[in-house]
């Protein structure tokens, strides 16, 4: 038994867009289908981003493509472990190993990382469900955050203060 609620205070999926949730959903320049590794939520740069759930701060990063990054562990079903990976971060307010509970501020959203060029109404939050805190490249390692939400705040915004219990 445990709880998880959502990374933001307003939730919904950058531009009402499938291309930015999760799975083969967008496509190279070549017409191949590519992969979104989380779902992008719409944030404008600043937005408080919040512990989806009780757990720990698995690591804090700064590089690449995601720029500023934080991932966390918590617990889930069937005594899983699963991690939130937040990307394209501004402030980070937590660090390594530091535990945390559902519902504390992390940090706020931004645009480091390959978001940095994208004008002001596509900013978001990358967000990953993953089943290991180091994933790597594409989809391995990963779950459609589905998985533990139950839906997809696709085309309505979803209230943060919604809790799922599972
Ligand atoms: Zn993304």
């Not at 009402?16 to 496509?27: C, D, E, I």
């Not at 939520?41 to 590089?63: L, M, W």
């Amino acid at each position: 038994m445990g709880e998880v609620t959502w990374p933001l205070e307003q939730n919904m999926i950058r531009g009402q867009k499938v291309s930015n949730t999760f799975g083969m959903v967008r496509t190279y320049a070549n017409g191949t289908p590519k992969p979104h590794q989380g779902w992008d939520f719409a944030a404008a740069v600043g937005t408080p981003a919040y512990a989806i759930a009780d757990g720990k701060i698995e690591f804090i990063a700064d590089s690449g493509d995601y720029g500023k990054q934080i991932c966390m562990s918590f617990a889930w079903k069937d005594q899983q472990t699963l991690y939130a990976f937040y990307a394209h971060m501004n402030a980070i307010m937590v660090s390594k190993d530091q535990q945390v509970t559902m519902n504390t501020m992390i940090g706020t959203c931004g645009k480091s990382g390959n978001a940095q060029n994208l004008p002001a109404s596509q900013d978001h939050l990358h967000f990953e469900i993953r089943t290991q805190a180091y994933a790597g490249l594409g989809l391995n390692k990963r779950l459609s955050p589905i998985k533990v939400f139950g839906k997809c705040p696709l085309y309505a915004i979803v209230d943060g203060n919604e809790i799922i219990s599972f």
